[in-house]
């Protein structure tokens, strides 16, 4: 029996989710799930670094919890997003999706404290397999094929992993989830399970291919934790892997224009999502202290204004039953809150000065700066104005203005408001006052984001892109939103791979119809040409009287004498 | 839609009705106005201050305008050069999707903002 030196801040969550269980479904049930991120939040506000809670499990030590800067500032914001996730969520009477919930964020939060690579993987699939619940708590059936394609692809992500962690163990005898080389097959395996969770790219579908597929709450809950816990592993297992720094430029680059033509708002924030870790990942890959500070507050800084994007078209779903471009459309009349709310997310994931996104950007594009990667400097300001196209605008513009869909839904609930609005509030006090957050980031690095030059340049940047985007809506050149969907690389294994299967299934189906067929005529004529020459008709039988067989058995006679007594 | 109920924009929410004005003919040119000047400021506002970037072409004169007018431009245009390719009907993957199924109406409260 282990006796904690620290109480783990998942158990709070584990524990929480079994309290949930013996209360009565309602108010109650619904402020535990808030309580309990809060209590999480508090504990791991007060750990001192260190490494706690070591645990023998078939003879190797685990260690539970390893705090440090780069897993508390993970923790805090994964505390915060589990909060205001679940406030969001207030409304929500299913027990499925509740404890879901929590297993998932306190599966994030144990992964981010884990000291030791079995650890990791234990809490590594414990977020894959609460977090399909959110998506399959959507109850049809087209949510159910996709929990199982999300299923499959995170769970190969954890085996991969293990089988990584197996094969360091052999090379190394230790099992510390510390910084990695790659060079080894055990590492690489592990830098492709990260890199899995972490939706580099074609290894990215499940995420555009599985958000949009959850509740309404649940994409809120997804958008924080799987994700950005890769981030976090790559920050811890792989800082300054070079290849990390063209993995995450490419990264930002191409959701760009897969998010400007997707018609369902979620999966265009799927795309965004999928951009903005491309910011981090680059970060990663820098390595540099004032880079792991910009991964660090962009996650923190990210994982809000991007909870507050899936909020604000989650109202909208709620309220309208769509959150398809197609169909929405000048709902700023009656949801005027929900619009500003938006508003607020679009500006902070686009980096406007005063927002959270651009005191946080900005570290991990200075870093590129000043460690001279031209080529990915640039990609980053381009993806940056990309950001600006689907996030920044197309969000909000397509939600709330535009055409008017004539749809004239009730504002948003009480409680999704205050969740909103809280999240709103958050990303305008980190771009106002970025302080706090560089507080707590993994080095002491000082830096200046509001200099004269960062803000004149950015919001030129900004606002020269949003005069691109006034001259070609008013010249028609814009794409317009349309009823479709958009092939990427999850047709490899929906469409191309079932094909070629179903191919090659015929084709060793016909194989063996003839092999078989051939040697069915094979034997049959045997059977036949025995038949004809031994059967009741044959020339043999025929040339056996009974008469012969009496000279026969008389002549074995014979013989048998003859041996016998000569 | 000749039995559409008259709207009345006075039950609107307060700040929904004072954003109508967004939906006034001349606004949208309006704002666009006020952009093009807003950009034509900031780009004269290189001229004011010392500029210290990283590279030296930062240093030209509303550099990072230009790039974000034609950045945005190559956005638009290679997203729908895209889509030219790759888009495909709702019900491509049917069946079994999401993209082609009605969200259950029983997760959700579609209120109209004036029912009671």
């Known amino acids: ?566 | 839609m000749a039995n559409k109920k008259k709207e009345n924009p006075e039950s609107f929410p307060w700040l929904g009705r004072k954003l109508l004005w967004v939906d006034k003919p001349g606004s949208p040119l309006k704002l666009v106005w006020i952009l093009a000047i807003v950009c034509i400021l900031l780009g004269l506002a290189d001229f004011t201050y010392n500029k210290y970037g990283h590279f030296s072409f930062e240093n030209v004169p509303a550099f990072y305008g230009i790039f974000g007018f034609i950045a945005f431009s190559c956005v638009i245009f290679g997203a729908k050069a895209l889509r030219f390719l790759i888009k495909r009907p709702e019900n491509f993957y049917s069946p079994n999707v999401v993209d082609a199924e009605e969200y259950p109406p029983e997760e959700l409260e579609k209120v109209s903002h004036d029912d009671a």
């Not at chain 1, 808030?34 to 260690?63: C, H, K, Q």
């Not at chain 1, 404290?113 to 993987?121: H, I, K």
């Not at chain 1, 790559?234 to 897969?258: D, K, N």
């Open chain 1, 1 to 566: 029996m282990m006796m904690p030196d620290q109480f783990p801040p998942a158990f709070v969550f584990f524990v929480g989710a079994i309290a949930l269980l013996l209360a009565p479904q309602g108010h109650a049930r619904s402020a535990l799930t808030l309580i309990i991120p809060i209590i999480a939040a508090s504990i791991l506000w007060n750990m001192e670094p260190g490494i706690y809670d070591r645990v023998e499990f078939l003879g190797i030590t685990l260690e539970l919890t390893r705090v440090d800067k780069l897993s508390t500032v993970f923790g805090l914001i994964f505390c915060l997003a589990a909060f205001l996730g679940n406030l969001f969520a207030w409304h929500v009477k299913d027990t499925i999706q509740q404890v879901a919930a929590l297993l998932y964020a306190g599966s994030a939060i144990g992964a981010v404290f884990a000291g030791d690579l079995v650890t990791l993987f234990i809490y590594w699939e414990g977020t894959a397999i609460a977090s399909v619940f959110l998506i399959w708590a959507r109850r049809t059936e087209g949510a159910y094929h996709t929990g199982l394609r999300y299923l499959i692809i995170q769970i190969g992500s954890g085996v991969i992993l293990l089988a990584g962690i197996v094969l360091l163990y052999r090379e190394t005898g230790s099992l510390a989830f510390e910084k990695m080389t790659l060079g080894t097959l055990a590492t690489w395996l592990i830098f492709l399970a990260f890199g899995i969770k972490c939706a580099f790219p074609l290894l990215h579908n499940w995420l555009q291919d599985s958000y949009p597929a959850a509740t309404v709450t649940g994409t809120v809950i997804l958008s924080a934790f799987t994700t950005k816990l890769a981030v976090y592993a790559l920050a811890r297992g792989f800082p300054g892997t070079e290849l990390l720094i063209y993995i995450g430029a490419v990264m930002t680059v191409f959701p760009v224009f897969f998010a400007e033509i997707e018609n369902d708002l979620r999966r265009v924030l799927a795309y965004s999502l999928n951009n903005q870790l491309g910011f981090m990942v680059v970060g990663v890959g820098i390595g540099t202290e004032m880079s792991l500070n910009g991964t660090a507050s962009h996650a923190f800084a990210h994982i809000l204004y991007k909870a507050l994007l899936f909020m604000s078209v989650g109202a909208v779903l709620f309220r309208t039953g769509t959150s398809k471009a197609s169909e929405l459309g000048g709902l700023y009349r009656t949801m005027p809150l929900t619009t500003v709310f938006c508003l607020v997310g679009a500006a902070s994931i686009s980096a406007f000065p005063l927002f959270s996104g651009f005191v946080t950007k900005s570290l991990v594009l200075d870093a590129t700066a000043e460690n001279h990667y031209l080529i990915v400097w640039f990609m980053l300001v381009f993806a940056s104005a990309g950001v600006l196209s689907h996030s920044g605008i197309k969000i909000p513009f397509f939600t709330f203005f535009a055409h008017d869909s004539g749809k004239r839904p009730k504002e948003a609930p009480t409680h999704m408001l205050l969740a909103m609005g809280a999240t709103a509030f958050l990303c305008i006090f980190i771009g106002v006052f970025p302080e706090p957050l560089y507080s707590i980031l993994p080095y002491d690095v000082e830096y200046h984001p509001y200099t004269t030059s960062h803000v004149v340049g950015q919001l030129q940047l900004l606002l020269f892109a949003l005069l691109a985007f006034c001259f070609l809506m008013r010249t028609g050149i814009h794409p317009p939103e349309i009823r479709a969907i958009n092939l990427d690389s999850d047709w490899i294994y929906r469409r191309l791979l079932p094909s070629w299967i179903s191919a090659i299934s015929v084709a060793i189906n016909a194989i063996w119809s003839k092999n078989l067929g051939f040697w069915t005529r094979k034997v049959d004529a045997l059977i036949v040409r025995l038949h004809k020459s031994h059967g009741p008709e044959g020339r043999i039988a025929q040339v056996w009287p009974t008469g012969s067989m009496v000279l026969w058995i008389a002549v074995l006679l014979g013989a048998t004498l003859l041996v016998n007594f000569v």
